[in-house]
């Protein structure tokens, strides 16, 4: 049975929405995470950092429905769930922004807005669709969020990059989400326009929302976060809330850590290897008639 998310406006601040409890999941013979245990909570922002291939995506996956875990336990608002689809975990009200947004390019700014939820009827009987209604308030709730587009009727192509992120954040708040899921959503853009989506992302964990932030970027993921996950293989290697981690702790731990030492002195040992040989060299030179 799936479990819905209480509404954002009934949870305080801080009450878990979802809880994943020593989660694995293995593609075949592949373990793609282990053991993860993470919480998103009301108000609050949860970020997952990792490089390629240390789990990020699984993870989310299994909140947004599109993949079910095989080992451990998640709860949806205190109760253990399996989505079975994508859709299930929306009806949930968890909502996924990913990087590729399924926008249509040429497609009016509200209209996408809208897409698949589209106002249809009205008083008048077989009168189509709510234009008039829908561009208002996808103007309205773009506003709401601080994003001003030049014209609701401008193609979402034309947009930036940032500014289509911030449209999508906007339409998961309209349509009710209470945990939305950011696949890295500054990953492509610039210094200008990721400060713009780390607005918006504030914006939506100010509104109540669960949000879960995915990213590379230490720095971007300090500037909203309650909470961080590093992952590494598969596996948590840091787990902290904000007042128990700095940002350079943070960043040491993504750059690679432990890891990156044992590499400055290998390298620092190659160093000395090849400065021999060059020693070496010039003294066969040297020595040569
Ligand atoms: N559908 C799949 N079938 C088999 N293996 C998979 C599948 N999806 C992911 N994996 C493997 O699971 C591991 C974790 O991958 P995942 O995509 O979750 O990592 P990620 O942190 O999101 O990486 P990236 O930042 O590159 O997207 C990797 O070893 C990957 O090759």
Redesign the pocket.
């Known amino acids: 049975m799936t479990e819905t998310v209480e509404s954002a406006s009934r949870v305080a601040t801080g009450v878990p929405l979802i809880e994943m409890i020593d989660v694995g999941k293995s593609?075949?013979a592949?373990r793609?995470?282990k053991g993860i245990s993470l919480t998103v909570r009301a108000g609050e922002v949860t970020c997952v950092l990792?490089?390629?291939?240390?789990?990020?995506?699984?993870?989310i996956?299994i909140m947004a429905g599109l993949h079910d875990h095989n080992e451990g336990t998640m709860l949806i608002s205190g109760k253990e769930t399996t989505f079975s689809s994508p859709r299930e975990a929306l009806a949930a009200g968890i909502a996924t922004v990913y990087q590729d947004l399924a926008v249509v390019g040429l497609m009016e700014t509200w209209r996408n807005f809208f897409l698949g939820a589209e106002l249809v009827g009205s008083r008048i009987p077989f009168s189509g669709l709510r234009i008039r209604e829908m561009k208002e308030i996808a103007d309205q709730e773009l506003r709401k969020m601080g994003v001003v587009v030049k014209d609701i009727d401008q193609p979402i192509g034309t947009l930036s990059g940032g500014q289509r992120q911030c449209v999508a954040i906007a339409r998961a708040v309209y349509f009710g989400a209470k945990v939305l899921i950011l696949d890295?959503p500054t990953a492509a853009l610039g210094v200008k326009q990721s400060g713009v989506v780390l607005k918006y992302t504030a914006a939506a964990r100010d509104a109540g929302l669960g949000v879960v932030f995915?990213t590379?970027n230490p720095h971007h993921a300090y500037m909203v976060g309650n909470h961080f996950t590093i992952?590494k293989?598969?596996q948590t290697v840091l787990d902290k809330r904000r007042d128990e981690v700095e940002l350079d702790e943070l960043t040491r731990q993504m750059a690679g850590g432990d890891e990156l030492t044992e590499l400055s002195h290998e390298l620092k040992a190659l160093g000395g290897m090849t400065s021999a040989i060059h020693t070496l060299d010039s003294e066969i030179e040297a020595n040569e008639p």
């Open positions: 593609y075949g592949i793609a995470i990792g490089d390629n291939g240390a789990g990020k995506s699984t993870l996956k890295e995915i590379h992952l293989l598969g």
